[in-house]
């Protein structure tokens, strides 16, 4: 009791920044239905959007041009197809070319069964471009390391986050067991369920690693991430977002060969998520994470 | 509508100080006999990729450039004329042009995104997707309610964030006067062609001042000075490009040439001894900057 939420933890860091910092918070319908899930303080330096959101990111991205630190809020990642031709095109590029930079911190909300335009994660798609920092935080502590590495730079950043995790007040560790059958690494929040399937596999006599995985670009490969690797040998990515050419096959791609074992990536099924139960085409949760690492092993036997 | 006296107020010219006429003159010469430096490396093959020239829309840039001092200005993809007649150095212009580390972008910008943010001009620049700039700028504003100009072409004025860009300024009273350099084409179609509605409308309609005039340079001088003080508001100015779209090729004559008939203008005027030296020196700076030995040492 008496930790703080996400939630809260995001809040205040928005608040601090907007009241002592000369910040900016611009999005649409912003102060409605609870203030962005209860993640916006009601204070100056609010500017609500029309809902235009293009026009809008490249207001936003006009505001970190002449240094106003602007926070852009995006409630549903997949509105990133619209939103993202700002950021991307100008936003990430304008240091590289002119030396001038626009850094812009997108939170890019993310939700499941939501229906085909509102549960997307498409994180993945600005780690494809250069000039962002992407990251997908789903603790409170996390959340301050990467508004701080935000504020110590100058570079446009994508906050991934996901509804699932604005209730947790706690840090997520990673797990290590000896002589474990394979490693586990988990984004955004299936990084939830993968500490779920680690119980359920070891009642099954499957010893798992769990690595959590937060910054997706830069990525880079430490200790921490790789050594679990080597021992267990097999690894297994785990992203909400769309397998193919996703963030799970992507950093799947660089373990694989950093640490000359193999790894293999789980996302979302190439298919769109309807809104209807049956075809809802979730994230995956435990019961499919645990069902890909048996499979696996019964190849590798 | 659209032609070379459209909305031009007779006897304008006059009410100007002779220096002010002249230095008009003297900016829209210093973009042309720049470009003709431009034109004449890129059949040289010292610049070998598409440039965007600037040549026979000068007098925006010009007329803007002395109307508007201390705006924040985010330039089109044509923006050579901007950035030289807002107070750009040439020479760092033509070594951004060249590739080169002492361009105004290290070289690796080019023709179509060209910035500057020394002189006391603060342009921004341009990445080459049509109309990007005016939400920027239009944020800019808002983030430091400095004033902003905004430039952009009748293609780009299609784009439905530059409207709705338009509309937040409204909104917020934000202090951006935006300009449409309308050269009725976009690439090679004709604006008639691509839509029945005026971008002027549009901007009214939003709840802006807005205007149709042409490029004589004293009107958009007069008009950009009663504009400013009631900001936001729009500008669409015909005009003239005298290349293609991209690259140094002509079509043909243009529908006409604003820089002769202000070279006539201030003949009328009896400044001709004047705006011959201008030309004259313009044309000499201009052929040093861009000598073939010199480039060959770059
Ligand atoms: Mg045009």
Redesign the interface.
């Known amino acids: 009791m008496g930790q703080k939420t996400l939630a809260e933890t995001i809040k205040e860091i928005t608040s601090d920044h907007l009241e002592q910092h000369n910040g900016l918070l611009l999005g649409e319908s912003i102060s409605a239905v609870g203030w962005v899930n209860n993640t916006v303080p009601n204070v100056k330096g609010i500017v609500e959007l029309p809902m235009t959101d293009v026009a809008g990111a490249g207001i936003a991205v006009g505001a970190a041009l002449v240094g106003r630190r602007p926070i852009f809020v995006i409630r549903f990642q997949d509105f990133l197809i619209l939103n993202g031709s700002p950021l991307i095109f100008f936003a990430a590029k304008t240091k590289e070319l002119h030396g001038k930079s626009a850094p812009v911190f997108v939170r890019a909300i993310a939700s499941d069964g939501l229906g085909p335009v509102h549960s997307g994660v498409l994180h993945s798609i600005f780690m494809h471009f250069p000039g962002f920092r992407v990251c997908s935080p789903m603790t409170p502590n996390e959340y301050r390391e990467i508004w701080e590495t935000y504020m110590k730079n100058d570079d446009p950043m994508i906050c991934s986050e996901h509804r699932l995790s604005y209730p947790n007040t706690q840090e997520l560790s990673d797990i290590t067991v000896e002589n474990a059958h394979v490693t586990l690494y988990a984004i955004s929040c299936t990084r939830f369920e993968a500490a779920k399937a680690v119980e359920s596999l070891k009642i099954d006599g499957i010893r798992c690693n769990l690595v959590n995985i937060l910054w997706l670009k830069p990525f880079d490969i430490t200790d921490r991430l790789i050594q679990p690797l080597k021992e267990s040998k097999l690894g297994l990515v785990i992203d909400p977002g769309h397998e193919i050419a996703g963030a799970a096959r992507s950093i799947a791609y660089e373990l694989n060969f950093a640490a000359e074992c193999s790894v293999k990536a789980l996302g979302l099924e190439d298919r769109t998520k309807c809104l209807c139960p049956p075809y809802k085409n979730m994230a995956p949760n435990a019961e499919i994470i645990c069902k890909t690492v048996k499979e696996m092993l019964k190849k590798g036997e | 509508m659209r032609s070379k006296d459209f909305g031009v107020i007779p006897g304008l010219s006059k009410k100007y100080p002779k220096e002010t006429s002249l230095e008009l003159f003297r900016r829209m010469c210093a973009i042309r006999y720049f470009e003709q430096g431009v034109i004449e490396s890129v059949q040289a093959k010292y610049i070998d990729y598409l440039v965007y020239l600037s040549s026979g829309q000068e007098a925006i840039a010009a007329a803007m450039s002395v109307a508007l001092q201390g705006f924040?200005i985010f330039a089109q993809h044509r923006c050579h004329g901007t950035y030289l007649a807002f107070g750009g150095t040439p020479a760092k212009l033509r070594d951004e042009l060249l590739g080169m580390d002492t361009g105004t972008?290290?070289g690796?910008?080019g023709s179509n995104?060209v910035?500057c943010?020394e002189n006391e001009v603060a342009m921004?620049?341009h990445?080459g997707?049509i109309g990007?700039n005016?939400?920027?700028?239009?944020?800019?504003?808002?983030?430091?309610n400095?004033p902003v100009v905004c430039f952009f072409g009748d293609g780009a004025a299609e784009e439905?964030?530059?409207f709705?860009?338009m509309?937040?300024a409204v909104?917020h009273r934000l202090p951006v006067i935006f300009v449409c350099e309308d050269n009725n084409l976009s690439i090679l179609t004709k604006v008639d062609i691509r839509r029945s509605w005026s971008i002027t409308h549009v901007a009214r309609a939003l709840g802006m001042p807005a205007v149709d005039i042409t490029d004589d340079p004293w009107t958009i001088l007069e008009t950009a000075g009663q504009f400013k003080n009631t900001l936001p508001a729009f500008i669409n100015i015909y005009t003239c490009r005298a290349n293609w779209h991209a690259g140094v090729g002509v079509d043909g004559p243009p529908e006409w040439d604003r820089l002769s008939m202000v070279r006539e203008e201030l003949e009328k005027m009896g400044l001709s001894s004047q705006s011959e030296k201008i030309e004259k020196d313009i044309i000499a700076e201009m052929e040093k900057l861009w000598d073939k030995k010199h480039l060959q040492k770059l």
């Open positions: 924040m972008s290290r690796r910008a995104c910035q943010h921004f620049g990445h997707l990007e005016v939400p920027l700028g239009v944020g800019a504003a808002l983030g430091s400095k439905d964030y530059v709705a860009a509309g937040f909104t």
